[in-house]
């Protein structure tokens, strides 16, 4: 996720780091030399584009923001879900552990093995988010012989919730909580629970490709046909307009596509690696544990 102050009005026209631009060169610097390509004809004589009218390409180019703008909407709404989840997820924890603490004592052999194994069920899920290695990211905050027992699971978090279930289980078996309070604790797991289904389905279930392959290719005509609309018109300024225009449509396409997957590891995803850290300091402070690790800072405006 980038993460910068707001430069200065001059600045904004020269940033790059964090700018969809350098994603998108490509695209725009091909309709920019098919731009040049048909003033020259019509300069030439190749061709009288009199027949043709700015008018139906301002109608398509309307028609096709609101299209874009939907399609945005809906990829930045996924971007917004995944963001309260991870959020929600930070409170489960932390209320998890904080009862555990209330209801066992601080230092309590079970009430740090939950807190340590919440802190490895939120690396575990981020992990399993971006299809890392999810007992290595979990490994350190288990006890070992759990940890071993995990590296053939194939879904860790939940392999992780189910030995704070058991915990907490032994724990009422050995009257060191009541029945109501064990009820409230496992609420909070099963809560941990539903944020990773829910991050699930946003990461498996992507928008339909012929929605996006419709959208693809509706903006790449339209950004080949617009110089020979301008050309009559604007002549040897057709470059800069169409630059601009496909600097707009690419970007908002290529923007929508990196929203699309809110867990990935690309410039404007998730610092999932960072919210975990959050997890880790907030928990680890509540056992007492010093020095607490740094929060995770960005890094050439980027935070992971």
Not at 12 to 19: I, N, P, T
Not at 218 to 244: K, M, Q, R, S
Request: aromatic share 10%; proline share 6%; glycine share 8%.
């Amino acid at each position: 996720m980038i993460v910068r102050p707001r430069p200065s009005t001059l600045g904004l026209f020269f940033v790059l780091r964090g700018s969809i631009i350098p994603h998108i060169l490509g695209r725009i610097l091909v309709i920019t030399a098919i731009s040049f390509v048909v003033v020259g004809m019509y300069h030439q004589g190749w061709f009288s584009p009199a027949h043709l009218s700015a008018v139906p390409f301002s109608l398509f180019g309307l028609a096709l923001s609101v299209f874009m703008g939907f399609r945005n909407n809906v990829c930045y709404d996924r971007w917004w879900e995944a963001r309260k989840l991870w959020g929600e997820l930070i409170v489960q924890s932390r209320n998890l552990a904080r009862e555990s603490a209330a209801v066992l004592g601080a230092g309590h052999e079970a009430r740090v093995r939950i807190a340590r194994r919440s802190v490895g069920f939120a690396y575990a899920l981020a992990a399993r988010l971006r299809d890392h290695d999810m007992a290595a990211a979990a490994g350190p905050w288990l006890p070992p012989e759990e940890a071993r027992a995990l590296v053939d699971y194939r879904n860790v978090p939940d392999g992780i919730l189910t030995a704070i279930n058991r915990e907490l289980a032994g724990c009422l078996a050995r009257g060191e909580i009541g029945e109501i309070v064990y009820q409230g604790l496992t609420q909070r797991v099963a809560a941990c629970a539903g944020v990773q289904a829910a991050c699930e389905r946003i990461r498996l279930t992507p928008t339909p490709y012929a929605y996006s392959l419709l959208l693809h290719r509706t903006a790449w005509l339209f950004c080949l046909l617009l110089p020979f609309g301008l050309v009559g018109t604007l002549e040897y300024l057709t470059p800069i307009a169409v630059t601009f225009v496909a600097y707009t449509f690419f970007g908002l396409d290529a923007l929508g596509d990196e929203l699309e997957d809110p867990f990935g590891e690309e410039e404007n995803d998730l610092p999932l690696a960072a919210l975990a850290r959050t997890i880790e300091i907030d928990l680890l402070e509540g056992m007492g544990v010093q020095p607490l690790p740094e929060p995770a800072r960005p890094r050439d405006y980027v935070l992971r």
